[in-house]
Nanobody
């Protein structure tokens, strides 16, 4: 079973930057896609970005496009979310989630609607 652990959250001032990590265990990155989600206080969970482990194709949703970047380190079985120009509305608990894929396949991860495996989340607070 794929296991995911998020880390890197914390308190940052508006306009600042932060990098989150999603460490995976159980199988190599080629065998799954990863989605980043967040949930702000009093709001529903929303997707932020996604990446395919085999080819590294990414998609960033409108709420963070141009400010956040998603990347991977296959040797470390880790996916990163680089966050810049952070604003108070970016505050929330950030989760990474995984879905198995065929390592020889080609995927648009924005079309993935089901993520069976989830991490525990890491808190990001943007405040002065």
């Amino acid at each position: 079973q794929l296991q995911l652990v998020e880390s890197g959250g914390g308190l940052v001032q508006p306009g600042g930057s932060l990098r989150l990590s999603c460490a995976a265990s159980g199988l190599a990155l080629d065998y799954y896609a990863i989605g980043w989600f967040r949930q702000a206080p009093g709001k529903e969970r929303e997707e932020v970005s996604c990446i395919t482990g085999n080819n590294g194709d990414t998609y960033h949703y409108d709420n963070v496009k141009g400010r956040f970047t998603t990347s991977r380190d296959k040797a470390k079985n880790t996916v990163f979310l680089h966050m810049s120009s952070l604003q108070p509305e970016d505050t929330g608990v950030y989760y990474c989630a995984g879905r198995n894929i065929d390592p020889d396949g080609s995927y648009d991860c924005s079309k993935i609607y089901e993520y069976p495996y989830w991490g525990q989340g890491t808190q990001v607070t943007v405040s002065s």
